[in-house]
Structure formats: structure tokens, C-alpha cells
């Protein structure tokens, strides 16, 4: 018949074996091909304020493969002291493939400090680690920030009607306003200043040993973060934006005299850019010699001038702006470095929402009517106040009284949390001021009065009077001492213990035990 096609039965056998061993002959070849992902949660750039992330990826084998068996997924950050190991947080074998993560555990971290992977299995055993269509395994950058306060921290940036002269000394800034913070055993202290032309900003670092092997020439800015250096990370429309990108800007400077621009722009394909040459007036001066660890330094003092321009203002108006102070310091030229910032921690130093803050200020000598009368009346009353008091006798003393009671108990809980706390090597001032309820400047003030020693002297020689104890009472080695009484560097310790001691750790115990 027509339309139908006749097999004689010796031709119809030989036409099922073809298609029987060509089926056999396909289930044999094997699945070489690994399977393909793409993320799809969180998206690039994403602001993550709770404490789980939704891990998302579109996970898929080619249509001859054996499909896709397993995902499991990685993560990578920082602890505020170093990187934590990429770690294993969680794996799903079923679409769709995803996972959540519960991240309470770990800081607030800004971008490129926390880092997302995954790996995807198919049946036959291939593997798949970076995505469809990129060159890294890293997944997308995102910020995980669940602290919704801005920082009330802020330097004062006084209006002048002159230029401040860029010579590396602070003369000129003697009489303004200034933060302090400090790092390992550094003291740094910020100035500020402004006119219709430029932003001024003086910035002395006490430091022992200066390390800085980079010249005003070198393009070579690697590793400059691991030297002494100093660095002002500036948000200037202040927008508190979680991520720090433009018009952010950060200047990066070193004691041998380099400064360079530093910008991010997360609309590029290559995001950052590095200007070794911007245009600010620059000086740095240092009290001691660079890169000799023999030698005990004094400080080194950096003095900028930025035009507005620099900053992005070219309409003459000023507003106040984000601001982050950061220092890197270089423990001997063989130690290790230390980095502590003004308002934040490594894992979010590139959290502009996290910054303090610049307050420019217009002073002015005229002041109105009003506000003269309201002064008036203001001292009237404080006046009067005073007067009423004398006259009771003894209660402004008992008052006094009250308060000096007061300060020796802050005092006192101050030097039993300091106690408790030794052995930690990042022990500070504005830790223990937090602890007993008092500003960082106020406890520093208050300690030096009540103990005769600044904070940092204090812990310095009551760390050494321990580690004296320890050499003549136990037999631990010396870095073991060293490093529970609070020092992170057996260097430092020795080079501190000799300093106050007159001797090394090793000449003071074979002193004692003879005795």
C-alpha cells in the first residue's frame, strides 16, 4: 500500500539491532562537560542589614549531561584582625538552589571584606566553581551593615581668612580644636581648617620607629598600606552611602613624603583609580630617621592643603562631610604592623555611613542684640547662683568633695578592668572610657590626674611590672610572656622592656634568679 513502507523480517532485525547499539553506544560516552551557574541573590552591590543572606545561584547541566547533583556554598571574610579561612556554610541538592545563611555571628563587613562562592556537582562527578561568563569564583560584592546609627563622632574645621603655610609644622594649628586616637603605641592627632579657596589639615603621628621605604617618586603603592602612613577617607556630599565609591575620595600619604588620590567608581568595569600626582599641596616632616630600628623616633607630622575643586565643590558652597582618619603603623622595619582608625574598624573602613564627621564652621566676633542680651541674663543667673552658694558655707566643698569621690571610683574601675584586661594587645583608651561611662578625652584627663601617668604609660609599666614577675617567678619562655602580658611582638617587647628596665628580658631574669 501506499504510504507505508515494507520490511522483509531479515531487514526489519537488522534495522532494531542499528537502533539498539547505537542507544548503547550513546549511554556510553561519557559526561565530561561540568555544569554552569550564574547568581542570582544577592545582586551585585546589595546593602544586607539583617542577620541572614538569601544565597541564590541558577544552576544547570547541558541537556546530554547527567545533571546537577549538589551546590555547596562558601564563605570568605574578615574578623577585624585578619581574614577568616573560605569556609564551608551550607550545601543543597535540589532545585532551586538556594540557601540561607545565618551570619549573626560574623562583623559588619564593606565591600570586598566578605566574599560568597559555590561550587556545583553533577552526577557524573564534574565540578563547576566559577560562573558562567566570569574570569573569578568570587560571587557578587555586597556589604553586610546592620548598624542603622551614623556616627556622631566629628572634628571641627574652623573658617580662616588666610592660607595655612604647608611646611610641616603645626605652629599655626596650636590653638584649634582636634581629635586624638590612638594605635599600638601611637598617638595621632588631627587638625582642621578651611577658606573660600582650600580645606587645611594638620596631622601629627607619636611614633618611635618611622617605616616608610616609599619615596615622593614611587609608583610602586602595594604594599604602602603595610608601612606607616596615614590616610583620610573623605565622603564629600555626605550621603552616608554604605559603599565607597565616587564622589568618595581617600588621600593616602606617607612620611617619605608621597601622597596620591585614591577613588572607586562601581559604574566601571575597573573601578579603581589611583592618581599618584592630585592636586593638593603637600609636606611631610619627621622628628627621628626612617627605616633604622636601632634608633628611637619622635613623630613625623603631615600639613595638606586640598582645593575644593579636588574635593568636587566648584560653586564656592561648603557643607560639612564624611570623614574617616585611618593609621597604618610599621612595628620595626622586620615587625609586624599595627592599623587602628578614629571612628571605625578594618572590616567596615569603607563604610562611608559608618565615618565621623567634618563640621565647617564660619566664626564670626559680631554678635547680635539678642543674643548679647541672652548672654547677659545667662551670666546673671550663674552669678546669682555662685553668690547663693558661698553664702550656704560648706556645700560647694561637700560638692567637691562628692566629685573627687567620684572620680577616684572611676578610676579605680578603670584600673581593675585595665588588670582584667591586659593580656589583650588592643587594650585602649577609648575602650576603657567606654566601659566606666566617660568621654575618651575626659578619662584620659581624669587618669593623668589621678595616677600621675598618661593611659598609655600606665598600661606600658604595668605590662613590663608583670613580665618582671613572671621572668623571676616562672619558668615560661620569654615570647610566651611577652605575649600574656599584651604584647603581640616579642621585638616590641624586648625593645620596651629594655627601655624602662635597663636590662633585656633575658639579662633581668638571669639577674634575679642569682639572687
Known amino acids: 500500500m501506499r504510504g507505508y513502507i515494507h520490511f522483509k523480517f531479515p531487514e526489519l532485525f537488522l534495522f532494531i539491532l542499528f537502533i539498539l547499539s547505537t542507544q548503547i553506544v550513546y549511554s556510553k560516552i561519557p559526561d565530561t562537560t561540568p555544569p554552569s551557574y550564574t547568581w542570582l541573590h544577592p545582586q551585585q552591590y546589595s546593602i544586607i542589614t539583617t542577620n541572614t543572606i538569601r544565597l541564590s545561584v541558577d544552576a544547570h547541566d547541558d541537556e546530554n549531561g547527567s545533571g546537577v547533583n549538589k551546590v555547596i556554598f562558601f564563605a570568605q571574610y574578615y574578623d577585624s584582625h585578619a581574614t577568616v579561612p573560605k569556609q564551608i556554610i551550607g550545601e543543597v541538592d535540589n532545585y532551586p538552589y538556594e540557601f540561607v545563611w545565618k551570619c549573626s555571628q560574623i562583623p559588619d563587613q564593606n565591600l570586598g571584606k566578605l566574599s560568597v562562592f559555590c561550587h556545583v556537582y553533577d552526577n557524573a562527578g564534574n565540578i563547576s566553581i566559577i560562573p558562567k561568563g566570569k574570569d573569578s569564583e568570587r560571587g557578587p560584592e555586597f556589604v ?22 604647608i611646611d610641616g609644622s603645626l605652629a599655626e594649628w596650636a590653638p584649634k580644636d582636634s581629635v586624638v586616637f590612638t594605635n599600638n603605641d601611637n598617638k595621632i592627632t588631627v587638625y582642621s581648617a578651611w577658606n573660600k579657596e582650600k580645606v587645611f589639615f594638620g596631622i601629627k603621628v607619636d611614633d618611635r620607629s618611622v617605616i616608610s621605604t616609599f619615596g615622593p617618586e614611587s609608583e610602586n603603592i602595594d604594599t604602602m598600606s603595610n608601612q606607616d602612613d596615614i590616610e583620610l577617607w573623605i565622603d564629600t556630599n555626605h550621603d552616608h552611602y554604605e559603599i565607597f565609591t565616587v564622589p568618595d575620595i581617600a588621600f593616602l600619604m606617607s612620611p617619605a613624603g608621597m601622597i596620591y588620590k585614591h577613588t572607586y567608581n562601581i559604574d566601571k568595569e575597573f573601578p579603581w583609580e589611583n592618581d599618584l600626582a592630585p592636586s593638593v599641596d603637600f609636606k611631610a616632616t619627621v622628628t627621628g630617621t626612617l627605616n633604622i630600628s636601632d634608633d628611637e623616633d619622635e613623630c613625623y607630622i603631615f600639613e595638606l592643603a586640598i582645593p575644593w575643586s579636588e574635593l568636587g565643590y566648584t560653586d564656592g558652597k561648603t557643607i560639612n562631610m564624611g570623614l574617616e582618619i585611618w593609621n597604618n603603623d ?104 567606654a566601659v566606666i561611662g566617660l568621654t575618651p578625652s575626659y578619662f584620659g584627663k581624669l587618669f593623668k590626674k589621678e595616677t600621675g601617668l598618661t593611659f ?54 638571669h639577674s634575679v634568679q642569682k639572687k
Request: one cysteine or more.
Open 330 to 433: 610599621k612595628d620595626f622595619c622586620d615587625g609586624t604592623y599595627f592599623y587602628s582608625a578614629w571612628t571605625t574598624t578594618a572590616s567596615n573602613l569603607k563604610n562611608p555611613s559608618e565615618w565621623g564627621n567634618i563640621v565647617f564652621i564660619c566664626e564670626t566676633r559680631l554678635i547680635s542684640m539678642t543674643t548679647l542680651a541672652l548672654f547677659i541674663t545667662f551670666s546673671s543667673i550663674v552669678c546669682v547662683f555662685i553668690f547663693l552658694k558661698i553664702k550656704r558655707g560648706k556645700e560647694p566643698e561637700a560638692e567637691d568633695d562628692n566629685l573627687h569621690i567620684f572620680e577616684k571610683e572611676n578610676i579605680k574601675k578603670a584600673r581593675i578592668y585595665i588588670e582584667e584586661h591586659l593580656s589583650e594587645e588592643r587594650l585602649s583608651r577609648k575602650e576603657v572610657s
Open 144 to 165: 553586610l551593615d546592620r548598624n542603622p546609627q551614623w556616627n556622631e563622632s566629628k572634628i571641627i574645621s574652623y573658617n580662616l581668612n588666610k592660607d595655612i603655610i
Open 456 to 509: 598609655s604609660e600606665f598600661v606600658t609599666n604595668l605590662r613590663i611590672n608583670k613580665a618582671k614577675i613572671f621572668l623571676s617567678e616562672s619558668n615560661k619562655n620569654i615570647s610566651e610572656i611577652a605575649f600574656s602580658v599584651g604584647f603581640k611582638s616579642l621585638s616590641h617587647f624586648g625593645y620596651v622592656f629594655k627601655h624602662i628596665v635597663k636590662k633585656s628580658p633575658k639579662e633581668y631574669r
